[in-house]
């Protein structure tokens, strides 16, 4: 399934940028940054390290606020959402998955999964109905009464990736989510996305692994200082079930 035939704008930002104080420097996190994604895409977003990767990605997910500019999901504005608002974008707009996983150590992967829904407002009985069908979509059928500590970094993560579908948001961010994995491993979960994506979600992802992206990803937008200072489109001749 081709999504991004639907050709319809998901996201905008429109001349974005976030300045903050480090001790008593002053760094220019993102300057100006306009770009858009539609519906369908995976959009890849590279870059060394302070280039303003992480940095537009909270602004996307809630977490931060630009100085200036507009950040539309949906047409739905979050330059203008109060602090409930932005709760209830990131409970349900968009989901987010971490390079640390950050599972909850004392709770199996079910139990981290259905704890998103209840916060959703799902009833107990949903709640685990939901989980078990995530866990299932992952591939960890088997593995679901584990705690994280008995489960391997791939698994962890699939765990979270499941936990960020939780609430079926329209757009998954992604932040270096191969980070913390060996490099087999790492393929299999940007496997796994790309095959997500083939079943029509949206992914913007933060990641260090050009190579890895250029698989999955429809376009790769290069930063530095900031600043986007490229742009490319992938042919995605990666497939996936």
């Not at 930002?13 to 002053?26: D, H, P």
């Not at 390290?49 to 949906?74: A, M």
């Not at 349900?92 to 909850?104: A, D, E, K, P, Y």
């Not at 989980?131 to 591939?139: D, F, H, T, W, Y």
Request: with cysteine; proline share 2%; glycine share 10%.
């Amino acid at each position: 399934m081709n999504t991004t035939e639907k050709n319809e704008t998901l996201l905008q930002l429109v001349r974005c940028s976030r300045t903050y104080m480090k001790g008593a420097v002053r760094v220019h996190a993102l300057q100006d940054v306009t770009f858009s994604m539609q519906e369908g895409e995976i959009v890849s977003l590279i870059g060394r390290s302070g280039s303003g990767k992480s940095t537009l990605l909270n602004l996307v997910g809630g977490l931060d606020r630009p100085d200036h500019g507009e950040i539309r999901i949906r047409n739905e504005n979050l330059t203008q959402m109060n602090r409930n608002g932005l709760a209830m974008h990131r409970r349900f707009t968009v989901g987010m998955i971490f390079q640390s996983f950050n599972l909850i150590p004392s709770r199996t992967a079910l139990e981290n999964v259905s704890l998103a829904l209840a916060f959703g407002g799902r009833n107990r009985t949903e709640r685990r109905a939901i989980a078990e069908r995530l866990l299932e979509s992952v591939g960890l059928r088997d593995r679901m009464d584990h705690k994280p500590g008995e489960l391997s970094g791939g698994e962890c993560q699939r765990v979270a990736i499941a936990r960020a579908l939780a609430n079926s948001p329209c757009l998954l961010l992604a932040d270096e989510p191969t980070g913390n994995l060996d490099s087999r491993t790492s393929a299999e979960i940007l496997e796994l996305l790309g095959r997500l994506n083939n079943q029509g979600v949206s992914i913007l992802m933060v990641t260090h692994d050009e190579a890895g992206a250029e698989k999955i990803s429809h376009r790769i937008i290069q930063l530095l200082d900031g600043k986007i200072m490229d742009e490319k489109q992938c042919r995605r001749d990666h497939e996936t079930g």
